[in-house]
Nanobody
Framework: QVQLVESGGGLVQPGGSLRLSCAVS????????IGWFRQAPGKEREGVSC????????????YYRDSVQGRFTISRDDARNTVYLQMNSLKPDDTAIYYC????????????????WGQGTLVNVSS
């Protein structure tokens, strides 16, 4: 069973930046994807970004939802088994609990079909 632990959330002013980390451990699928999802108060959980891992055809492929395109960047450090979400130009609408999750494939991640969830980290964008 894979374990996912998020960190890096906090309170930030509009226009500020945060970097979230997702440490991955345990039984890791050879080819899979790691995604970031978020759930704002009173709203459904939504996909934010995905990155493919060890996929021979599309290794390193990335996906972003339209509202974060150009502001957020997903990356991974294979030596540390960690996936990052760099968030710049943050807006109050970005306030949510952010979860990382493992999916069996990049396309499954982009469609929101994931296998394992982390516990979440709170991002609060407020002045």
């Amino acid at each position: 069973q894979v374990q996912l632990v998020e960190s890096g959330g906090g309170l930030v002013q509009p226009g500020g930046s945060l970097r979230l980390s997702c440490a991955v451990s345990g039984f890791i699928l050879d080819s899979h994807a790691i995604g970031w999802f978020r759930q704002a108060p009173g709203k459904e959980r939504e996909g934010v970004s995905c990155i493919s891992v060890n996929d021979k055809r599309i290794d390193g492929a990335t996906y972003y939802r339209d509202s974060v395109q150009g502001r957020f960047t997903i990356s991974r450090d294979d030596a540390r088994n960690t996936v990052y979400l760099q968030m710049n130009s943050l807006k109050p609408d970005d306030t949510a609990i952010y979860y990382c999750a493992e999916a069996s494939s990049f396309h499954s991640c982009a469609w929101g079909y994931v296998e394992v969830w982390g516990q979440g980290t709170l991002v609060n964008v407020s002045s």
